[in-house]
């Protein structure tokens, strides 16, 4: 009952906050722009219609993350970490909304042409994001959907828990470093090594928890 409470609740949330773009809708020029680069320049355009797009995905995301538990193999085990998953679908929800409202605050000169005001807001929410997430990783139980869903993390709960814990260390490093290089980077702006972290940030996640799951395989090994 509490999670349809909160599902319809964010439902509502949503509801609002598309209701919002509409009243805007009818001010915006027919071209708005959809992108911007590291250096704050709006370097891509589409429709208006595009608003309403982004202003439909967190809704979409909040009702494909509630139906993911009821197909999920393991769904029992989302009991045993409700709370992690309510927190966790109520920042994405919020984080989405914020995100969808760039192109109006720009048309509407809230954000500045050329200001770092959008690489501040992105990277600022994504790392703080990723920290949340990653101080509440160890506390996920096995599941097909949501956490570092490795075959042996899924085999295994002792390694799921390993897993997660290294994960969680992950995202929390690689929030601060995300909100670390951005005011770095407005500072002494260097393209070639800001594509460099991007990777780095976009593999870690993936490559730091696999390794360390080797060595412990390694470890586990009898000597030759």
Not at 82 to 108: P, Q, Y
Not at 109 to 128: A, F, K, R, Y
Not at 161 to 166: C, L, P, V
Not at 168 to 174: A, D, E, K, L, N
Request: glycine share 10%.
């Amino acid at each position: 009952m509490k999670r349809n409470k909160l599902f319809w609740g964010l439902l509502i949330f949503c509801a609002i906050n598309f209701a919002a773009h509409l009243c805007f809708y009818g001010s915006l020029p027919d071209v708005v722009p959809t992108h911007w680069g590291a250096d704050g320049q709006a370097n891509g355009w589409g429709p208006k219609s595009t608003v309403l797009i982004m202003a439909a995905l967190p809704a979409l995301m909040l009702i494909l993350m509630a139906a993911l538990p009821r197909i999920d193999p393991k769904h029992q085990n989302y009991e045993k970490f409700k709370g992690v998953w309510n927190a966790s679908l109520t920042a994405l929800t919020i984080f989405m909304s914020a995100m969808s409202w760039f192109s109006e605050l720009s048309v509407f000169g809230l954000i500045p042409e050329g200001s770092s005001l959008v690489g501040i807001l992105v990277c600022g929410g994504c790392g703080v994001l990723f920290i949340f997430l990653g101080n509440y990783m160890p506390r996920i139980k096995q599941n097909y959907m949501f956490g570092c869903k490795t075959p042996w993390a899924l085999n295994n709960e002792h390694n799921w828990n390993r897993t997660q814990r290294m994960g969680g260390i992950v995202f929390v490093v690689m929030g601060a470093a995300l909100i670390g290089h951005h005011f770095g980077r407005c500072r002494h702006h260097d393209p070639a090594a800001g594509r460099c972290l991007w990777r780095l940030r976009l593999d870690l996640p993936l490559l730091l928890p696999r390794l360390h799951r080797q060595n412990e395989v390694s470890k586990q090994r009898p000597p030759q």
